[in-house]
């Protein structure tokens, strides 16, 4: 079992920036894609942002591409999300996955299907 801990959320106005850490626990996450998925209220869990296992390819829902920023250090075993020009239809509970499979780079890891932890997520509100 694979437990993260996400930080950084928070309430702010609409146009700020926020930047989103997560951590895994007790494991080196290095050869696994990360992912950041998100629920609204009211509506189901979606998919926001994921990075493969070296950091060279990344994947963005349409709804944030240009304003949110998916990285990793390894070295210190951390994924960010770093989230500019925020709207308030972007309140939502962000949360953290941790892939399931080695040295995987492929477009489904823009699917929860292939994340196999999750952390308990942080609450992200935007008024306007």
């Known amino acids: 079992q694979v437990e993260l801990e996400e930080s950084g959320g928070g309430p702010v106005q609409a146009g700020a920036s926020l930047r989103l850490s997560c951590t895994p626990v007790g494991r080196s996450f290095a050869s696994f894609g990360m992912g950041w998925f998100r629920r609204t209220p009211g509506g189901e869990r979606e998919f926001v942002a994921a990075v493969n296992w070296s950091g060279r390819t990344t994947y963005y829902a349409d709804f944030v591409k240009g304003r949110f920023t998916i990285s990793r250090n390894n070295a210190e075993n951390t994924i960010y999300l770093q989230m500019n020009s925020l709207k308030p239809e972007d309140t939502a509970v962000y949360y953290c996955?941790?892939?399931?499979?080695?040295?995987?780079?492929?477009?489904?890891?823009?699917?929860?299907?292939?994340?196999?932890?999750w952390g308990r997520g942080t609450q992200v509100t935007v008024s306007s």
């Open positions: 996955a941790h892939g399931s499979r080695l040295i995987y780079s492929g477009d489904k890891l823009m699917t929860e299907e292939e994340y196999e932890f």
